[in-house]
Structure formats: C-alpha cells, structure tokens
Nanobody
Framework: QVQLVESGGGLVQAGGSLRLSCAASGIIFRINTMAWYRQAPGKQREWVAAITAIGGTNYADSVKGRFTISRDNAKNTVYLQMNSLKAEDTAVYYC???????????WGQGTQVTVSS
C-alpha cells in the first residue's frame, strides 16, 4: 500500500524559512519522480517543484530561486526547503510520487504552510 506522509508545515513570518519532508512507503522510491504541489484557499492545486529519479529538478517560476527540492533515496524521503517565504506561499502543500510511465501518481494528505505578513 502506497503511503506518502508530509510534515514540517507551520506558521512562519514573511521572509522566514521552512523545510517540508515527505516520507514514502509502498513504492520503489528511487525510480519515482517526486513532486510538491500546493493548494491555496479558493484556488486550484498547482505544481511547485519536481525531482526526477536521477536528481534533475524543475521549479515553478513563482518559487524559483527561493525553494529547493531534494531527495534522500536511502530514507525514501523528499524535501522542500522554502526560503524567503511570502504571504502568497500560504497553502496546503502536497507530496506526489509518480512511477515511470504512469500518470497521476500517489498523493499525501498535505501539510499546512501559513506565512504571515
């Protein structure tokens, strides 16, 4: 059974930092492309960042230069380091894991990030 568990969310002031973690089980983590998405109140879920099985990364323009995605295959965990946080980064952040050739993937339950201005 696939399980993705996010942690690390919380309340932070604008300009601050948070590191999110997503621990995976039930998947062959090392071959999965892992990604972070977020959903703000009243808005659609949007893609934030992704990291491939070989470590290639990509970011949404809105977070480029401020957020860093990384993975530790030995721990089956993907991270999202978020620096210089802004009020508009406030959202529930979700982890997604997708195996090669598949669509959609598996989702975690989300972790709330609130940035106060």
């Amino acid at each position: 059974q696939v399980q993705l568990v996010e942690s690390g969310g919380g309340l932070v002031q604008a300009g601050g930092s948070l590191r999110l973690s997503c621990a995976a089980s039930g998947i062959i983590f090392r071959i999965n492309t892992m990604a972070w998405y977020r959903q703000a109140p009243g808005k659609q879920r949007e893609w934030v960042a992704a990291i491939t099985a070989i470590g290639g990364t990509n970011y949404a323009d809105s977070v480029k230069g401020r957020f860093t995605i990384s993975r530790d295959n030995a721990k089956n965990t993907v991270y999202l380091q978020m620096n210089s946080l802004k009020a508009e980064d406030t959202a529930v952040y979700y982890c997604n894991g997708r195996a090669p050739g598949s669509s959609g993937g598996s989702w975690g339950q989300g972790t709330q990030v609130t940035v106060s201005s």
